[in-house]
C-alpha cells in the first residue's frame, strides 16, 4: 500500500486499491494548501472563515474537516420552565460532569427490574400480569386472558362490577393501576416496597428510591434543545428564518395549564444555537439576504434569543432570552457575489478569522499527479458502487484534469481543481464497468465517460456550433417567442 503523505509515482502503482486514504479529512483536500493551512489555525484558535471560489473546489470538505478538529462539545443546553412566568422560560446550561451526575442520580432511583413471575401473586393480579382464575401470566396490555379465555380483572366489590370488568376487557380498555404499594417486615419492621409496571417486567422501589425519585421530580421541568452528544458540524445554506434563529410551535390552547403544551416544551433551536462548540457552515451565504445581519449578532454576542415568529401563532408571545451560540462561521460565496455580503459581518469575519480565495489550479507535476490519484482513489472508495482504476484510468482522467484546467481556466500545464464535476467523470467511468461486468476501471471506460459527462452547453455548441444557433434550430415556429411572432406579423391586420 502506498501512503499519498509521503509521495509516490504513478509508475509504483497498478489500481486504486494500492493507495491508502488518508484519515485527517483536511489531507483528504487536493491542490488548496494555503486554505488547509489556515483552516487549521481556524480549528486551534476558534477564528472565522470566509471561502471564496467557485462550486467544487472543496469549501464543503474544508468546512466540515475544521469541525472533526474541534474538541468534542462539553455542554448541554436546556430550556426550563419558569413557574413564575411560563412564557418566559429559562435556560441553563450543564457540563458533561453535572450530566454524569444526573445519571448516575437517576440510576439509583430506577429500582429493580423482576419477572412477573418473582412479583408476590396479588401484586402481580393487581398489575395485570396474571390472570386471577386461571394463574396464566401475559402481559398487562392484554386484558383478557390467552389461556383461558376470561378477563384477567376480579370483580369489583360494587354492583355489576363483574359487568363492567367484561365490558372494560372486551373494549380493551384496562383497569390496572400503574402500581401496587405494599409492605413487608425486614428484621422485625415494616418497610414499604413500590411495585410498578415497566413493560413486561416489574420494577421494585424500596422508600430511599422513592425519596429520591420525589427529590428528582421536584426539580423545575426542562426540554434538551442542543445535546451534550451531537453532530459539531452544522449545515444552514439555504435555512429560512425558523431553520436559522429557532421558533415556538404554536399551540391551539395557548399553553393552558389544563389543555396545552407548556411554553417551554414548544421551544426550537436554530441552527446557530445547533452549532454552540462546533462549526455553522453556510454556502452561497449572501442568498440569506437580510438574514445576514442575525448570524451578524450571534458572532457578537455568543447568544441568541429564540421567540416565535409567527405572529398570529400562540408561540409570539414566548421568548427564552440568552441561549448560547458560540460557533465558527464557515461562509462560502463565489467571487461575483462578495459585494452582497452584509459589509459588518464581513469586517467582523476579517476582524477575527481569515478570508480564503480558493485556487481552481495546481501546477501538473508528478507530485500534484500523485494527489490526483488519491483524489480518484477518495472518490472510489466514498462511492461504494463502482470498481477501483487501473493506472491508465487514472492518467486517462488526469489528462481530463488538464483539459479542463486549459478550456476553463485558460491555465497551460496545469490540472484543474474544480473537482466535484471530474468526481462525476469518475462515478459515470465507474457505472460503465459496472454495466460491462469488468473488474476495473480502464482507459476505455474513461473516454466514454468523458462523453457521456460532458456539460450540455458543450454538447450543443459541438452540434450546432454555439448555442444560440442550438436554441433558433431547436425552437419551432409556433414556439418562438412573442417578439418574432411580431415581427413576422401583419400589423394592419389588427387595424
Same mark, same amino acid.
Given at each position: ?21 488518508p ?54 443546553i ?45 401484586v ?13 401470566y ?5 386484558t ?8 384477567k ?18 373494549f ?49 421541568p ?87 415568529? %409567527? ?19 464557515v ?13 459588518p ?55 481530463e ?11 497551460? %500545464? ?19 464497468a ?42 419551432s ?19
Amino acid at each position: 500500500m502506498i501512503d499519498p503523505r509521503k509521495g509516490f509515482d504513478l509508475r509504483d502503482i497498478e489500481t486504486t486499491a494500492d493507495i491508502v486514504i488518508p484519515t485527517d479529512p483536511l489531507e483528504r483536500v487536493i491542490g488548496q494548501d494555503e486554505a488547509i493551512y489556515i483552516a487549521k489555525i481556524a480549528a486551534m484558535q476558534h477564528r472565522n472563515l470566509l471561502l471564496v471560489g467557485p462550486p467544487g473546489t472543496g469549501k464543503s470538505m474544508i468546512a466540515q474537516a475544521i469541525s472533526l478538529h474541534l474538541p468534542r462539545p462539553s455542554e448541554e443546553i436546556r430550556v426550563v420552565h419558569n413557574p413564575q412566568n411560563p412564557e418566559r422560560p429559562l435556560v441553563e446550561v450543564r457540563n458533561a460532569e453535572e450530566l454524569r451526575k444526573e445519571e448516575e442520580e437517576l440510576k439509583s432511583a430506577e429500582g429493580i427490574l423482576i419477572d412477573p413471575q418473582e412479583a408476590p401473586i396479588h401484586v402481580a393480579e393487581k398489575l395485570g400480569y396474571r390472570c386471577s382464575k386461571c394463574g396464566a401470566y401475559s402481559s398487562p396490555e392484554e386484558t383478557v386472558c390467552p389461556r383461558c379465555g376470561q378477563p384477567k380483572t376480579p370483580p369489583a366489590n360494587a354492583p355489576f362490577g363483574d359487568i363492567f370488568g367484561s365490558i372494560s376487557a372486551a373494549f380493551g380498555i384496562s383497569s390496572y393501576p400503574q402500581r401496587v404499594t405494599t409492605t413487608v417486615i425486614e428484621n422485625g419492621e415494616d418497610k414499604i416496597i413500590v411495585y410498578e409496571r415497566a413493560g413486561d417486567k416489574i420494577r421494585v422501589l424500596d422508600e430511599k428510591m422513592m425519596e429520591k425519585r420525589r427529590e428528582i421530580e421536584k426539580k423545575k421541568p426542562y426540554k434538551v434543545i442542543v445535546p451534550l452528544k451531537r453532530n459539531p458540524f452544522v449545515l444552514a445554506t439555504g435555512a429560512s428564518e425558523t431553520e436559522l434563529l429557532g421558533d415556538v410551535r404554536h399551540d391551539p390552547y395557548g399553553g393552558h395549564p389544563q389543555l396545552g403544551t407548556p411554553p417551554y416544551k414548544r421551544v426550537v433551536p436554530g441552527a446557530v444555537h445547533e452549532a454552540h462548540q462546533g462549526v455553522l457552515f453556510v454556502d452561497e451565504i449572501t442568498h440569506l439576504g437580510d438574514l445576514q445581519r442575525y448570524i451578524l449578532t450571534a458572532l457578537q454576542e455568543k447568544k441568541f434569543p429564540i421567540s416565535g415568529r %409567527n405572529s398570529q401563532s400562540a408561540g409570539a408571545s414566548v421568548r427564552v432570552d440568552d441561549v448560547p451560540c458560540d460557533f465558527i462561521l464557515v461562509a462560502a460565496c463565489n467571487i461575483q457575489d462578495l459585494p452582497h455580503i452584509l459589509s459588518p459581518l464581513r469586517s467582523r469575519i476579517m476582524g477575527d478569522g481569515y478570508e480564503v480565495l480558493m485556487k481552481t489550479t495546481m501546477p501538473d507535476t508528478p507530485k500534484n499527479r500523485a494527489k490526483y490519484a488519491q483524489f480518484i482513489a477518495q472518490e472510489i472508495a466514498m462511492d461504494g458502487r463502482i470498481p477501483h482504476a487501473s493506472r491508465e484510468a487514472m492518467l486517462a482522467i488526469i489528462e481530463e484534469g488538464r483539459r479542463r484546467a486549459k478550456v476553463i481556466d485558460n491555465e497551460a %500545464n496545469a490540472l484543474t481543481l474544480r473537482l466535484r464535476d471530474l468526481g462525476g467523470l469518475i462515478r459515470a467511468a465507474g457505472d460503465l464497468a459496472v454495466m460491462n461486468g469488468e473488474k476495473l476501471i480502464e482507459k476505455k471506460h474513461v473516454e466514454k465517460a468523458v462523453e457521456i459527462a460532458r456539460p450540455v452547453e458543450e454538447k450543443i455548441e459541438k452540434k450546432y456550433g454555439s448555442l444560440e444557433s442550438g436554441l433558433m434550430s431547436d425552437v419551432s415556429k409556433s414556439q418562438k417567442p412573442p417578439y418574432n411572432y411580431w415581427n413576422e406579423s401583419d400589423a394592419s391586420g389588427y387595424q
